[in-house]
Nanobody, 120 residues
Framework: VQLVESGGGSVQAGESLRLSCVMRGRIDSRNAMAWFRQAPGTGRDVVAAIYVETGNTYYIDAVEGRFTISHDNAKNTLYLLMSSLKPEDTGMYYC???????????????WGQGTQVTVS
């Protein structure tokens, strides 16, 4: 099982990026998927999460209205559309899969390697 992120990059404040996370292999316990962010010198914190079957979503206040999490079952891919980016959005972004929609990383069983987003 592999989660492979892509789509990161360096952008100016106010611009947009779309992150993708492709799942390779069968993951039985992936009822929920999430994007976490780790800024330099800080821990890994949830940014957005989604229940795959229902489409119910969760966002932290700092990204509500700017970021959109979605999942394409046919492509087995998780997305994070990030608009109106701010310098404080800078960090390594990781996708994760697990049984429960949770803000805690320990509830997710599978992780990608991360993709860097830098906003200046």
């Amino acid at each position: 099982v592999q989660l492979v992120e892509s789509g990161g990059g360096s952008v100016q404040a106010g611009e947009s990026l779309r992150l993708s996370c492709v799942m390779r292999g069968r993951i039985d316990s992936r009822n929920a998927m999430a994007w976490f962010r780790q800024a330099p010198g800080t821990g890994r914190d949830v940014v957005a999460a989604i229940y795959v079957e229902t489409g119910n979503t969760y966002y932290i206040d700092a990204v509500e209205g700017r970021f959109t999490i979605s999942h394409d079952n046919a492509k087995n891919t998780l997305y994070l559309l990030m608009s109106s980016l701010k310098p404080e959005d800078t960090g390594m972004y990781y996708c994760a899969a697990g049984r429960l929609l949770s803000v805690h990383g320990y509830n997710y069983d599978f992780w990608g390697q991360g993709t860097q987003v830098t906003v200046s």
